[in-house]
């Protein structure tokens, strides 16, 4: 009830023995890390380079077979989760070498029939790459994400637009990989093409220490505060991470409405450290979620540890995003352009001992829900086609399963 009396609107709703809420977005994804989960942590101490020397490893020889396999079961374990959309932020293009394969778009092609064939929606994030670093060319992997031209790059996006053209469950957009990756005048290019196509634009921003240092010492400024001198910032775009803000670079992002996901799991897996999230919010910056590096796939927990975390960092409580914030923002498709109005639903069964007793409506449900539900709480999910994830584990399930384990038995 509010201090009027009145029961206050929620975004969960009791549908009989079952709560339902929005299909939920995860807007950023590298599916084929999945490939990684449980396998990085041992070792001794380490970093978020030396964990990127394991992956590239993984870059460096899948086939899009699979990658298919891979994000075959990366998806269908997000779908029964309850996440009726991914922004696939798909960097592996080329073959290891760094030919094009005879289809360019071969890669892309296998992760957007991996989400067909899970039944979600895809936003195929079309990586643009350029170096290891300033002044230094592709090396190694890097190759395989690599195109000689911003032209060359932009070219493989109009044709994935072709392709899909009128496709109610797939999206194209633009993912400059990082300032590290991709130089200024090629971010203006991507930024220009971006906006005269009205097509989301995502960037890893402001990600690593090491990544601020070396955009200072190349162009005299942090990674936010360039891509706005640049002009990229806008409600179309999507600011990956931003952990490590410097004065002002808050408002900066939420003076143009622009988003930013958090993908909390990843980054504290990675020992990346965790974003202002309280000035992000307080500054209009929109808030959105990704799973990332696949670490777990849960996207309840991925919401409240935004929060969580936050006031583990200011040390007070519910202090950024009420329960119904977070399932609110776990919903913005628009993200990663889809309407936010057909992103499907997810039913979350009552019986379960983890998730029993709710509260009947109002705000207190959307916080039992945040703050209280899993992956495992899913009963079923309305996305592409109708996803119960019960009858997943009796039927398709071990044949994605055998064929994950095939190809990841190959490649690790
Ligand atoms: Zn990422």
């Avoid at 590239?56 to 309850?82: K, Q």
Wanted: glycine share 8%; aromatic share 6%; charged share 25%.
């Amino acid at each position: 009830m509010t201090s009027s009396g009145e029961l206050a609107a929620s975004v969960a709703r009791r549908v009989g023995e079952t709560i339902e809420i929005p299909g939920i977005v995860s807007a950023h994804s590298h599916a084929f890390q999945r490939a990684l989960r449980g396998r990085t942590h041992s070792g001794g101490a380490g970093s978020f380079w030396s964990w990127r020397g394991l992956m590239y490893r993984v870059a460096s020889s899948i086939t899009p077979d699979d990658a298919y396999a891979i994000a075959r079961l990366a998806y269908l374990e997000l779908a029964c989760a309850g996440v009726t959309t991914v922004g696939e932020f798909h960097y592996v293009h080329h073959q290891p070498d760094g030919r094009p394969y005879d289809d360019r778009l071969a890669m892309s092609e296998a992760m957007i029939a991996a989400a067909r064939d899970v039944g979600i929606r895809i936003a195929l994030l079309r990586v643009i790459y350029a170096r290891a670093g300033q002044g230094a060319g592709p090396e190694g992997a890097q190759r395989r994400f690599s195109d000689p031209d911003v032209d060359r790059a932009l070219q493989d996006i109009d044709d994935l637009r072709g392709r899909y053209h009128g496709a109610r469950d797939v999206r194209v957009g633009l993912a400059p990989h990082s300032v590290r990756a991709v130089p200024p005048a090629w971010l203006t290019h991507a930024s220009d093409y971006a906006r005269e196509h009205n097509l989301p634009l995502h960037m890893h921003l402001a990600e690593q220490p090491r990544e601020i240092v070396e955009c200072l010492n190349e162009t005299g400024r942090r990674p936010i505060e360039l891509a706005a001198d640049l002009g990229l910032l806008s409600p179309r775009f999507v600011a990956v991470h931003a952990t490590h803000l410097g004065p002002g670079e808050a408002a900066l992002l939420g003076d143009a409405r622009a988003f930013v996901c958090v993908c909390r799991t990843t980054e504290r897996d990675l020992g990346d450290g965790a974003p202002d999230l309280t000035s992000l919010r307080s500054s209009g910056a929109q808030i959105c979620f990704g799973v990332d590096s696949h670490a777990l796939s849960d996207p309840f927990v991925e919401a409240r540890a935004a929060e969580l975390d936050e006031r583990t960092r200011v040390g007070a409580r519910a202090v950024a995003m009420s329960g119904s914030d977070l399932l609110l923002a776990s919903a913005r498709h628009d993200s990663v352009g889809f309407s936010r109005r057909d992103g499907g639903r997810v039913s979350l069964a009552t019986d379960r001992l983890s998730f029993c007793a709710p509260p009947n409506e109002g705000k207190e449900l959307d916080d039992f829900v945040a703050f209280g539900a899993s992956a495992s709480s899913v009963h079923g999910v309305v996305a592409q086609r109708t996803i119960d994830p019960k009858r997943v584990e009796l039927t398709q399930a071990a044949q994605v399963r055998r064929a994950y384990i095939r190809t990841v038995t190959r490649l690790i």
